[in-house]
Antibody, heavy 119, light 107 residues
């Protein structure tokens, strides 16, 4: 079964850091690009970041550029999002999603990990 | 950035109704437009990709159309499980922006 499982969310103070992980299984992780997408409470979806299968190409939303870092370890079938200088507006459920190369849509999603930034 | 404008933002309809949701891009995105469906508290799921191709396992009552800047998602006969939120997303260029969503509610 194709599966993505996020972990690492929690409560953090403004200005703090957190690292999210996404464990992939059931498919050849190293051949797929990946996205992080977030959803603030009661709000819509916001694309956060993209990483190509080899890690060569990386893109960020302007709202997180310079503060968040996406990375992957293909040997461990894992995707990461290092989040620094966190703000209240970063409070959201963070989803990792598999990218279908070509059109770059998200065809498989994890269940999400809640990040709450509050003092 | 490409702005995606969905309409309506909310919609009340009955089981059996035909409904259409519209997504407009601020510039041409060819057919790099995809539709997702989300139930409260759950992860989004892919419905349609490349504007009009149904994802495997998605019922045929869902259909997508459009290219360039104007796109539609149509549900031909609403079923109880279809009441949820729907989002469009463009992947023509980064940032891969989503529409603001359409909440489909039971009348």
């Amino acid at each position: 079964e194709v599966q993505l499982v996020e972990s690492g969310g929690g409560l953090v103070k403004p200005g703090g850091s957190l690292r999210l992980s996404c464990a992939a299984s059931g498919f050849p992780f190293s051949t797929y690009s990946m996205n992080w997408v977030r959803q603030a409470p009661g709000k819509g979806l916001e694309w956060v970041s993209y990483i190509s299968s080899s890690g060569t190409y990386i893109y960020y939303a302007d709202s997180v550029k310079g503060r968040f870092t996406i990375s992957r370890d293909n040997a461990k079938n894992s995707l990461y999002l290092q989040m620094n200088s966190l703000r209240g507006e970063d409070t959201a459920v963070y989803y990792c999603a598999r990218v279908w190369d070509g059109f770059n849509y998200c065809d498989v999603w994890g269940q999400g990990s809640l990040v709450t930034v509050s003092s | 950035d490409v702005q995606m404008t969905q309409s309506p933002s909310s919609l009340s309809a009955s089981v059996g109704d035909r409904v259409t949701i519209t997504c407009r891009a601020s510039q041409s995105i060819r057919n790099s437009l995809h539709w997702y469906f989300q139930k409260p508290g759950k992860a989004p799921k892919l419905l349609i990709y490349a504007a009009s191709t149904l994802q495997s396992g998605v019922p045929s009552r869902f259909s997508g159309d459009g290219s360039g800047t104007d796109f539609t998602l149509t549900i031909s006969s609403l079923q109880p499980e279809d009441f949820a939120s729907y989002y469009c997303q463009q992947t023509f260029t980064t940032p891969y922006t989503f529409g603001q969503g359409t909440k489909l509610e039971i009348k």
